[in-house]
């Protein structure tokens, strides 16, 4: 399967993938409206922050007949309670507090108490960049990694490079560039959103920010993992750009009805069948990256790997035998 | 060069490729010997890009055998390094530059990296493209893209190149620069050349074929294919045709003469020791003795003759 020097030519293969990327404008520009939305939605957020104490606040300063706790008032104690902002900023603190709908949303989200405590300690803009990166980081995706290997296929340009190395190098080349893509991506997605909260939050504090985004981004990385690999599976087995982006799209969609399956009919007789398949689905472990410890992490991370490891080998199985 | 088995640096035997109903090959042979510069030539659609497909592994074959430097047919493992080919019709990546391009062709390729700078700067040298080493290829004319195609091929020391159409877009100064180029490599490295260009083949190759309808009509040393080593043409002005005295002087050759084209054909196919310069001037003496006027003196046909020869190709096969 693979030629005297597999790593040195998935090296190059990636290298020259990235340095294409930095040069393209489409992929410059995908890239940059990633950035710009994800700046864009953190700053929304912070907004409906803002909004959210608005709304807490108007029935304590009813209850206690005042404003409001003002400018260095009392604040809560070794806890994320609810605290008042130094300023007219909202604080990161608020998102906690026993009636914010944060709150009920991350209850929507993990399922035991444990996961809540680990959560309710991080730093609210490192839990919205992990729920959002969730959410849109297989959209990108599917965008800019499906079409990499396709385009080789539409302009023939594979052909200056199938007579030079194997079609697996060639094809783990390209994934490995776009998988270190994604994570370049999403660590300045991260960042960026951290930059736009300390912007707008009072009591924002870069270190704890940090270090919980640096917990997170790795599990954004790896959950990124099967996306690239279906990616590339319909990359590899599509003759354009366009059509193996469409069938990467399509190829989401199934994954997540793959996921909804179960729950959807979880009264069927197929409902064991829909459980197996589930599997297959990177969906079905995005709750267990919520957790708390490593080792509750791990299983999960390795089986997105391995999912994504699949995808590649089963696009690689058919890929070795097409026509280039 | 490295030994090839049999003497070929590519065989092909019985080799049938379709695309969908349309027959590309019908049980092709083909067989290129090792440090040659071998010819391709056909119509449109005869399938000599097939042919050049297969041959480098971009299609498989469905069916016959293909067998490249000996070792079977095209094996990233066994023939890395080993092969290059300037595809038809195939785009480098737009957005680095050529040096860059190359670099990256040239490391895959094999060459190392401490070699690397010195090997580009050689191809640069050999496309005259020295001084667009830095510019980007989206910024290059086609006939520019098309040197850097032809430089890529020649990264490396590969045993065996496939051209398609390598002149193609090419303004002439340049595409005398490259014929010649690839006329140096005879002996060297073993060229197959696909072209139009019909005196392109004739002068830069040693060995040609000419395929029609997915199979090989004709192969040999040009000059046997056009007869240049066994045939001289004679044509003549209005006057005496001493065609009797041509044949008296040359018993042993077959003497023909075509009224329409006052052409005297002297063909000597076979005999050993006979060599063309002896026949020309033999005749020749017996021509100007006979106060006949000579419009012009050639051996063999040309291989655009050869070629107009072949019946005209009928779109490609159905089943």
């Not at chain 2, 014929?179 to 060297?188: D, L, M, V, Y």
């Amino acid at each position: 399967m693979f030629g005297p020097t597999p790593c040195r030519d998935i090296g190059l293969v990636a290298g020259f993938e990235l340095r294409e990327m930095r040069r393209s404008r489409r992929a410059l520009a995908v890239v940059a409206l990633y950035l710009m939305v994800a700046a864009f939605l953190a700053f929304v957020f912070v907004r409906v922050l803002e909004q959210a104490q608005t709304v807490v606040n108007n029935p304590v300063a009813l209850m206690t007949g005042t404003n409001g706790p003002g400018p260095g008032g009392p604040r809560g104690r070794g806890g994320p309670v609810f605290a008042p902002s130094p300023a007219d900023k909202p604080s990161q603190g608020l998102l906690f507090s026993r009636r914010s709908p944060f709150r009920a949303v991350l209850r929507n989200q993990v399922s035991d108490d444990a996961t809540m405590d680990f959560l309710v300690v991080q730093p609210p803009i490192s839990l919205y960049y992990l729920l959002t990166s969730f959410m849109f980081v297989p959209f990108l995706i599917m965008i800019t990694a499906a079409e990499t290997v396709a385009q080789e296929h539409q302009t023939r340009g594979v052909r200056f490079v199938a007579m030079r190395t194997g079609r697996a190098e060639f094809v783990l080349g390209k994934v490995l560039g776009q998988g270190l893509l994604v994570a370049l991506v999403t660590l300045l997605a991260g960042l960026m959103c951290l930059a736009i909260a300390a912007w707008n939050l009072a009591d924002f504090a870069w270190g704890p920010a940090l270090s919980s985004l640096l917990l997170f981004w790795p599990r954004v990385v790896v959950y990124a993992v099967p996306f690239v690999g279906l990616a590339s599976l319909c990359s590899m087995n599509t003759s354009s750009a366009m059509s193996a982006r469409a069938s990467a799209l399509l190829g989401l969609g199934a994954l997540w009805l793959t996921h909804q399956a179960p729950a959807l009919y979880a009264d069927s007789s197929l409902a064991p069948v829909f459980n197996a398949l589930d599997y297959l689905s990177p969906y079905a472990y995005q709750d267990e990256l919520w957790r708390p410890l490593w080792n509750e992490v791990g299983t999960p991370m390795l089986l997105l790997v391995w999912l994504g490891v699949v995808y590649v080998g089963v696009g690689l199985f058919f890929y070795r035998r097409r026509d280039l | 060069m490295s030994a090839t088995n049999g003497g070929s640096a590519l065989s092909l035997r019985g080799v049938g490729k379709r695309y969908g109903r349309i027959r590309a090959l019908d049980g092709l042979d083909l067989e290129v010997p090792a440090g040659s510069v071998f010819g391709l030539v056909g119509p449109n659609g005869a399938g000599k890009t097939t042919t050049f497909a297969i041959a480098c592994g971009y299609l498989r074959a469905d069916t016959g055998t293909v067998s490249l430097l000996g070792a079977g047919p095209f094996d990233a493992e066994q023939h890395r390094g080993r092969i290059t080919a300037l595809p038809q019709d195939a785009a480098l990546g737009r957005d680095l530059t050529v040096a860059e391009t190359l670099t990256y062709l040239g490391r895959l390729q094999g060459v190392p990296s401490r070699e690397i700078r010195a090997e580009v700067r050689r191809i640069l040298q050999l496309v005259d493209l020295t001084d667009r080493a830095g510019d980007r290829t989206r910024t290059l004319s086609h006939g520019m893209l098309r040197r850097v195609g032809i430089g890529q091929a020649f990264l490396g020391d590969p045993e065996l190149v496939l051209l398609d159409e390598p002149t193609n877009g090419l303004d002439p100064r340049q595409a005398h620069s490259i014929r010649e180029f690839i006329a140096a490599q005879r002996g060297t490295r073993t060229i197959i050349v696909s072209s139009h260009n019909l005196h392109e083949i004739e002068t830069v190759c040693d060995h040609v074929a000419l395929i029609d309808r997915g199979r090989v009509v004709m192969a040999g040393p040009v000059s046997a294919v056009t007869g240049r080593n066994d045939e001289v043409r004679i044509t003549l002005g209005a006057g005496p045709v001493p065609l009797t005295e041509i044949r008296a002087a040359l018993p042993d050759d077959q003497v023909t003469w075509d009224e329409n084209t006052r052409l005297i054909k002297i063909s000597f196919l076979g005999r050993p020791g006979r060599e063309a310069e002896d026949v020309t001037s033999a005749a020749l003496r017996v021509v100007l003795g006979a106060g006949a006027r000579i419009s012009t003196v050639t051996r063999g046909e040309s291989l655009e003759s050869k070629y107009l020869e072949m019946p005209s190709t009928p779109p490609p096969l159905r089943r």
